[in-house]
């Protein structure tokens, strides 16, 4: 298996030899204020900032090699106003340059040394393993199927929404088919594409008092109502229910493929952490912490009255 890093690499150093051949290699393709954005820079910008596995398709979005433009721009933007302006000092700039450049080499150790350990592992055997253990939890929730018939509130006089209400109940008391009254009463602006029909749905989906109704029922064919939520008064009946069963291993593999690889990523970078720590561990016992920390607060301390004598000048 090849980690992105590794693939983007080999990208990237495809494409500054073809840009180093290239006659539009120089090519200025934005230039303001004195600030130039050329092609060369812009295409190693979007090799760095795309998965290569997705770049073309990535790429070929309208605007995204605008934005390409416009994020290289503002950083070369500001990087000149801080150095114009002298924000920031010689030191700081080195060490701003040595700090991330060894953390960009960090993380390119980390994701080439974990995809090297994730790609010799059994993540089937794995998810089936982990499937065993968890089964008992591995389960689809309770759902039913019901129609309804709403009652809107909005924009509704009191009076007259507590009339049609009334008229829903006499209705639904009388010989006709519930599934019959739901075109003429339901104001569910979704009926005409559903029938009334919200298909199963579990406790979460819907609002409380909604819920609370539509799973109180138990028999296909029982009515609740009149129901009340923001949207106004519901009538339900139910059609269906499904009761919570455990799911098999092939409908949540991937899932758990994805949650165990996810795990193990972390717990492998914390392993390699660990391990370049503990190299120094017998070092770090030899030294005189609390005078070490004195000596960090002494010097902060020089640095702060120096600051505050230059803010006085």
Known sequence: MKSLTAVNTKLFAAGSLLLALAVRAE????????????????FAYSLRHTNPSAYVASMSKPQATFRVLEN????????????????????????????????A?????????????????????????????????LRSSEEVRVE????????????????????????????EDF??????????????????????FTRSRMQPTFSEAAFSLVQPGE?????????????????DRRDAETLSFDSVKASLIRELEKSTRVRLREEF???FKAEIGMHLAEIDE????????????????????????
């Open 72 to 103: 290289l721009y503002v950083l070369k933007r500001v990087a000149h106003l801080v150095e114009t302006n002298e924000l920031l000092s010689g030191d700081e700039r080195e060490y701003l340059l040595q700090d991330q450049y060894r953390r």
């Open 179 to 200: 599934s019959e009254l739901v075109p003429r009463y339901s104001d569910d602006p979704s009926v005409g594409r559903n029938g009334g029909d919200l298909g199963f």
């Open 290 to 313: 609390p005078a070490l920390v004195q000596e960090f607060l002494a010097v902060y301390e020089e640095l702060q009255s120096a600051a505050s004598v230059e803010q006085v000048d």
């Open 105 to 137: 080499l960090l993380e390119r150790f980390l994701e080439d040394a974990i995809a090297e350990r994730m790609a010799d592992i059994d993540w089937e055997g794995l998810a089936r393993a982990e499937y065993a253990q968890r089964k008992i939890e």
């Open 27 to 42: 090519t200025v393709v934005i230039s303001h204020g004195g600030i130039d954005v050329s092609f060369e820079e812009a």
């Open 223 to 239: 009515i609740a109502g009149p129901v009340m939520t923001r949207f106004g008064a519901h009538f339900l009946r139910l059609i």
């Open 148 to 175: 309804h018939i709403l009652v809107s509130i909005e924009g509704v006089p009191f009076d007259a929404f507590v009339s049609r209400v009334r008229e829903v109940q006499e209705a639904l008391a009388g010989p």
């Open 273 to 275: 952490l660990s391990g």
